[in-house]
């Protein structure tokens, strides 16, 4: 059973995790989310799902890929999806 809803939106009422590998740590949902550009949050989620990969092996995925494995589990509400800077 997963740790957390498949793709909660609304990480606020969830308990934050804290993933280790290697003696890094990341923690999810990040502590600041709210505060983050759209930017931001895209550029989080996407060093999250690269954090995870490695957990196994290095990643052959492309960045799309990558996005598209992890995105659905990592999704925060109000990121920039398309990749086109806001303005």
């Given at each position: 059973m997963p740790m957390h809803p498949l793709c909660k939106r609304d990480w606020t009422t969830t308990a934050q995790l804290d993933i280790k590998h290697q003696g890094a740590t990341v923690s999810w949902?990040?502590?600041?989310?709210?505060?983050?550009?759209?930017?931001?949050?895209?550029m989080t989620v996407e060093y999250v799902a690269m954090f995870l990969?490695?957990?196994?092996?290095?990643?052959?995925?492309?960045?799309?890929?990558?996005?598209?494995?992890?995105?659905?589990h990592l999704k925060i509400v109000g990121e920039n999806v398309t990749g086109k800077k806001a303005s």
């Amino acid at each position: 059973m997963p740790m957390h809803p498949l793709c909660k939106r609304d990480w606020t009422t969830t308990a934050q995790l804290d993933i280790k590998h290697q003696g890094a740590t990341v923690s999810w949902p990040p502590r600041n989310w709210r505060e983050m550009d759209s930017d931001v949050k895209l550029m989080t989620v996407e060093y999250v799902a690269m954090f995870l990969a490695l957990k196994k092996e290095f990643p052959r995925l492309g960045q799309r890929a990558l996005l598209q494995k992890y995105h659905c589990h990592l999704k925060i509400v109000g990121e920039n999806v398309t990749g086109k800077k806001a303005s």
